[in-house]
């Protein structure tokens, strides 16, 4: 079974710092790892998705990299900003017969503070 | 483009009352849809998905069910509602293992 972990659990900043969240998953055999935001109360925004073959993605400020050997991804911000506050999830989706299904971590809430 | 709608956004139920949520999909077609739960300190659990209208799998025993009567169209139903069905519940789409895009989320408060 697939399990996800998200280091830290939670992350306070000050405004301009670059910061990494970390995410660990037991099981290498994933399809594609995606990493969203979720501002309190409202849905998830998704972030950036990287293929199992890729290594990187980048979009804006933000850079997401794969390890699929070592069940690791990273998310770099970079510059922060206030308006990165948020909880940050990563998630698995194991492909094939799985049609899909994405199995999230936990999270870390990152506040940044002006 | 797409856009992903969920409704009600907030719900207060008494326990043993019934459920109806719904989702829809506007600007694709065929999509996979999904209902997800994340209760507190539980985090995001996957509770149904759809391949196709009529077809459903569960990931999850318990007292929710779901039904895709149309193509863009996903309804979370419950007969009787338990304390442990509060929560946030979220619904997702996307085009097979793609990216996955949430709708807005509806809050279910069962007293």
């Known amino acids: 079974k697939q399990e996800v972990t998200q280091i830290p659990a939670a992350l306070s900043v000050p405004e301009g710092e670059n910061l990494v969240l970390n995410c660990s998953f037991t099981?290498?055999?994933?399809?594609?790892l995606q990493w969203f935001r979720q501002d309190p109360g409202k849905g998830l925004t998704s972030l950036l998705l990287?293929?199992?073959?890729?290594r990187e993605q980048t979009s804006g400020r933000l850079n997401a990299s794969l390890d699929k050997s070592s069940g690791r991804s990273t998310l770099y911000i970079a510059a922060s900003q206030p308006g990165d506050s948020a909880t940050y999830l990563c998630?698995?989706?194991?492909?094939?017969?799985?049609?899909?299904?994405?199995?999230f971590g936990q999270g870390t809430i990152l506040t940044v503070h002006p | 483009s797409q856009t992903i709608h969920q409704w009600p956004a907030t719900l207060v139920q008494p326990v043993g009352s019934p459920l109806s949520l719904e989702c829809t999909v506007e600007?694709?077609?065929?999509?996979?849809l999904y209902w997800y739960r994340q209760a507190a300190g539980r985090g995001l659990q996957l509770l149904f998905y759809?391949?196709?209208?009529?077809?459903i799998s569960s990931e999850v025993p318990q007292n929710l069910s779901a039904s895709r009567p149309q193509d863009r169209q996903f309804i979370l139903s419950s007969k009787k509602l338990l304390l442990s069905d509060s929560g946030f519940y979220l619904c997702?789409?996307?085009?097979?293992?793609?990216?996955?895009?949430f709708g807005p989320g509806t809050r279910l408060t069962v007293l």
């Open positions: 997702a789409w996307s085009v097979r293992e793609g990216t996955q895009y």
């Open positions: 759809s391949v196709g209208i009529g077809q």
């Open positions: 998630a698995v989706n194991a492909g094939g017969t799985s049609y899909g299904k994405l199995t």
């Open positions: 600007g694709t077609s065929n999509p996979n």
């Open positions: 990287i293929q199992s073959s890729q």
């Open positions: 099981d290498s055999a994933i399809y594609n």
